[in-house]
């Protein structure tokens, strides 16, 4: 059951998913960050860190999402390993705000 | 051995996952650091090893990071090797630039209630030691042939102690649990495990995933009694976590199955006492929500108290009694608000025992980055670590070093092979100290030393 990285991510990236990584699972492109489910250890230390809830067990993905698993698989696989705490995207707290439930 | 470009030598006490992830920092920082790192047990890994329920040993793999920061230039390890009376922090100053405390939070706090001494009254953190393998644990006598056992306390460690207790002797043969606990809980006669909280369901510390696994024991039905308690709506400013874990505590009031054993989750309940006649007869609480107060009390023979740890002073050290952590501003020691000179703290002994494995990542991160801003200011110390080691030498008669380790855990993973276990952990001081120095012969077979424990093993679940 690996943690899945969802699209909510995508524009905000505030990485402190990062800095709790027990792992270093986390890789990252100009959108987002995935997870490297080979490495990860299934802990859950992110969920919580994450600001915008955007990272889910993938067992708890709606029908929708579950595309993520297999796009955090690949995309872990294509892009580098991220070692510490980025700063958000442009617009992350505006983004943040402005989604539904948060 | 100590490599000359290190202008810098920095000590850290504790090999548990916030000295590890310190060490970590400080080797990656790029400046001229070099790392020796003091553990107590010959083994290392802390709480990963001796907390980390065996029924989890995807959570173990951490341990790999841990080796791979081991195998950074410019880390030592020196295990076996207590830093106390002994060898003294004092003595590690005089040593090295800069002493990081990284041995947590040991003492678990008491439940202040009458009857808490009686036999069968203990802490749910020794017999998590005592299942785990450590080796000051390992006779500790649980007695496990009456029927109820009560947990105080709704965290985490709390459900470990449950579902372990839950599981048959099948579900646990095997994982790395210690060969003398699988023996006594294949004999358990343990029915009804309570797990009992003072506040309501919507404030629990259980992690949701944690809960969720109690859904899939072979012969345990969980049921939770949340009549009476007001069930918030979702709400999104409250404690994602506790909101998760509350759903599924919903999903424990369905009609109970006929499995033999069950765990009872319990809610606004207050230890008053316990009652007995120098062994634990009963469990008394006060039923603290709404208006009234009633008295509860539940028949038992075992009581688990799970209410937290704290932080063991230091001689030296100063202390948070408020807290109960060593006393420190974002990693440095403090004394009355002021950060001494060149001592630091990390992980559970710097910010109380919470969070999971990786948050020791970033609280480490913080403790090493004012080690890294202070160094270039301090003095360089007197004495250099070979005088600990030269010339303390009839103090410390043997220490194991991360090679030894390897032996250890290559000699611990051929005897699980026999028993279809992961490893099969050593679990007497001896032993370790004999395999670390290749000596234990019973087993001919040797693997190369294995950085997963999982890998030849049946994965439990």
């Keep these: ?102 | 051995m100590m490599p000359a470009a290190a202008r810098y030598r920095v000590a850290i006490t504790g090999a548990g996952p916030s000295g590890f992830y310190a060490a970590e920092a400080l080797l990656r920082s790029g400046q001229p650091v070099s790392v020796d790192m003091f553990e107590r047990l010959p083994v290392p890994y802390g709480l990963v090893r001796f907390g980390v329920a065996p029924d989890h040993p995807k959570l173990k793999q951490v341990t790999k990071v841990f080796d791979r920061i081991a195998g950074m230039p410019n880390f030592r390890f020196f295990g076996g090797i207590e830093v106390g009376e002994a060898l003294s922090i004092g003595a590690l100053r005089s040593c090295y630039h800069a002493v990081v405390i990284a041995t947590g939070a040991s003492v678990g706090r008491s439940m202040g209630v009458p009857g808490e001494r009686f036999s069968g009254s203990c802490q749910a953190a020794d017999f998590v030691a005592w299942y785990n393998g450590h080796p000051e644990y390992r006779h500790h006598a649980f007695d496990l042939s009456g029927e109820r056992a009560v947990i105080i306390g709704h965290g985490n460690v709390a459900l470990d102690v449950a579902r372990i207790l839950a599981k048959t002797a099948d579900e646990l043969k095997h994982t790395d649990i210690a060969a003398h606990a699988l023996d006594t809980l294949a004999k358990s006669r343990v029915r009804d495990i309570y797990l009992v909280g003072r506040r309501g369901p919507d404030q629990t510390r259980f992690a949701a995933k944690e809960l969720q696994e109690f859904l899939e024991l072979a012969d345990c039905d969980p049921v939770a009694e949340l009549d009476g308690f007001a069930m918030p709506a979702t709400d999104a400013s409250g404690d994602a976590e506790a909101q998760a874990a509350l759903a599924t505590l919903r999903s424990f009031t369905k009609p109970v199955g006929a499995r033999p054993r069950r765990c009872i989750f319990l809610f606004g309940l207050t230890p008053v006492g316990i009652a007995g006649d120098d062994r634990v007869q009963r469990m008394l609480f006060r039923r603290s929500s709404g208006h009234e107060s009633a008295e509860v009390a539940i028949d038992c023979d075992l009581v688990f108290s799970s209410i937290g740890r704290r932080t063991a002073p230091i001689s030296g050290i100063p202390y948070d009694e408020a807290r109960g952590v060593h006393a420190n501003i974002g990693g440095r020691i403090t004394a009355d608000g002021a950060a001494l000179r060149g001592i630091y703290v990390c992980g559970w002994g710097k910010r109380g025992p919470q969070g999971t494995i990786g948050t020791n990542r970033a609280c480490s991160n913080e403790t090493v980055g004012h080690v890294l801003a202070d160094l270039p200011g301090l003095n360089d110390p007197p004495a250099h670590p070979d005088s600990l080691f030269g010339g303390a030498a009839s103090r410390m008669p043997h220490y194991v070093d991360y090679p030894g380790w390897e032996r250890i855990d290559a000699e611990e993973i051929a005897r699980g092979m026999t028993t279809g276990k992961p490893r099969e952990k050593l679990v007497a001081l001896d032993e370790m100290f004999a395999a670390a120095r290749g000596g234990i012969a019973p087993s001919a077979i040797r693997q190369p030393p294995s950085r997963n424990g999982a890998r030849c093993g049946t994965i439990s679940r």
């Excluded at chain 1, 990485?15 to 997870?35: G, K, R, W």
């Excluded at chain 1, 297999?70 to 980025?86: Q, Y």
Aim: glycine share 6%; proline share 13%.
């Design chain 1, 1 to 102: 059951m690996p943690y899945v990285v969802t699209d909510l991510c995508s524009g905000c990236r505030y990485t402190e998913c990062v800095s709790v990584c027990p792992v270093e699972c986390f890789h990252l492109d100009d959108q987002m960050t995935y997870i490297d489910p080979e490495t990860c250890i299934d802990c859950g230390g992110c969920v919580p860190a994450c600001p915008v809830g955007a990272i889910k067990p993938a067992h708890q993905l709606p029908p929708d999402k579950r595309m993520w698993i297999d796009i955090n698989r690949r995309r872990a696989a294509e892009t580098p390993v991220l070692t510490g705490r980025l700063p958000p995207l442009p617009g992350a707290d505006e983004r943040k705000r402005a989604i539904p439930g948060r």
